[in-house]
């Protein structure tokens, strides 16, 4: 609790995401729930946001900051010592840090008194889109992070067990949180959904889904050349953002092919649950990074997971999930989930959705944020 001596509460600005409202990403989201399920009485909360036109100066319960944010690969680095700087000069008594890419330059809100809160993310490291001196780079930031934070945030147990293995600092676990809509009256959605699955030539229980900015560490090569051999199997929906990547590497190999389908991103969220809600199977071939929304999003829908077999996916699912490490695994998962009874397939995800913890709520995660700010903010610095 906030000490009774101090009568108004603990200013926090929020810095690294990509602005809010949110469409893709976990640092968008956690911003978006932090500022529409915090009750805004002990924390007062300051987002930073890239510079865009019409954005109002307040969302939910937090004040909006607009930060220059450029173009160019270096852009996102170079975004967070703009709000870096910008929020050590502020009034802020507390920064949180989504992410550690401005890990050099974390001695800057230390310089101006500030407790700085990084949320370390996955291992940005292990990334194979980066070139191995921006590898190099990311292990530095990272060294960075554990030593000039106050406190560190990771949204995995195995992450936690990393840091305090490798730099003897304790890093709290606050998962991510996932949020149902209520589409049980909502006909629009459904005529949506209708009208989007006729598009396509595809039907309800007809189809595989993935969700998922199209990077190669998300598996979206091995998953597409799994589709391919499967020549009389369903089709996999692909539903997110492209990538240069996924241009260049893999669209030549599903082109004219009916076994693979590419949405694009889909950012009204009702359509996209019920869009998973009617898959056969959802496919999550995250295999950086700690605890994904995506999969406890696809978790709430109650359609049985294949994951890709990694500690973060494992630590989620449990025995719940079906798992696969490679193209064949892959295609067995696939054929056995088209394959299954209705009672068998009803029992896989009914188990699946029996995962979804309490600590996988968007109100106990901002709970803990919160209550992590206040001991961070009322602690000596360390």
Known sequence: MISSERTKPIHAALLGSRGVPACYGAFE?????IATVSRGKDIR???????????????GKANLVFVKHGKGKSAPLFYDIRSLWHASRSDADVIVMLGYGAGPFFLIPRIFGKKLIINTDGF?????????YVRI????????????????????THIVKYYEKRYKKKSTFIAYGTDVPDVSNDHASEEKMNQFLNTYTIHCRGYHVVVMRLEPENSIKEICEAALKRVAGKPVLLIGPST?????????????????IVAGPIYDRPLLYLLRCNALSYIHGHTVGG?????????STGTPVIARRTPFNEE?????????????????QLDWVESCSIEAWHDVSQSARSKLRPCFTWNKVVEDYESLITFSYSNPPG
């Open 29 to 33: 989201v956690c911003a978006d729930k």
């Open 45 to 59: 909360w300051t987002i930073y946001c890239p510079e865009q036109e019409g954005c109002p100066a307040v969302y």
């Open 124 to 132: 940005e490291y292990l990334r194979s889109k980066w070139p191995w």
């Open 137 to 156: 780079y990311f292990r530095c930031a990272e060294f960075f992070a554990a030593y000039f934070s106050n406190e560190l945030i990771s949204d995995s």
């Open 244 to 260: 240069p990547f996924f241009e260049n590497s893999v669209r030549p190999l599903i082109a004219g092919s009916s076994q693979v």
């Open 291 to 299: 605890i994904n929304p995506t999969l406890l999003e696809s978790l």
């Open 316 to 332: 989620v699912l449990e025995d719940a999930g079906l798992y696969f490490h490679d193209i064949d695994s892959l295609i067995r």
